[in-house]
């Protein structure tokens, strides 16, 4: 059994900044893909970055990239989310997810590729 705990959301201003950790358990950590998702009220769960399992390649969705970093350190068996210049449109519940095949070659992008997902943790944004 696979459990992944976020940590480090709460409410932040517009500009500001948050870091989100994720402690996983349960697997050989470094031999899977690590993902983290939102979702806001009334929509849909969205991608927002992944880090391949060798830690060599990341990948964002449009709307984060340069102002949000994934990093994750093996050895903690931990993946972070360094959120920076954060906007309004930011806010929404983030997850972080483990990816269901290890050693995947490419990053996957949508949820039905990842299995094991955490309880979430709340960010709000205020403008």
């Known amino acids: 059994q696979v459990q992944t705990v976020e940590s480090g959301g709460g409410l932040v201003q517009a500009g500001g900044s948050l870091r989100l950790s994720c402690a996983a358990s349960g697997r050989t950590f470094s031999r899977y893909t690590m993902g983290w998702f939102r979702q806001a009220p009334g929509k849909e769960r969205e991608f927002v970055a992944a880090i391949k399992w060798s830690g060599d390649s990341t990948y964002y969705r449009d709307s984060v990239k340069g102002r949000f970093t994934i990093s994750r350190d093996n050895a903690k068996n931990t993946v972070y989310l360094q959120m920076d210049r954060v906007k309004p449109e930011d806010t929404a519940v983030y997850y972080c997810?483990?990816?269901?095949?290890?050693?995947?070659?490419?990053?996957?992008?949508?949820?039905?590729?990842?299995?094991?997902w955490g309880q979430g943790t709340q960010v709000t944004v205020s403008s």
């Open positions: 997810a483990v990816d269901g095949s290890p050693l995947r070659i490419t990053i996957a992008t949508t949820h039905h590729y990842y299995s094991y």
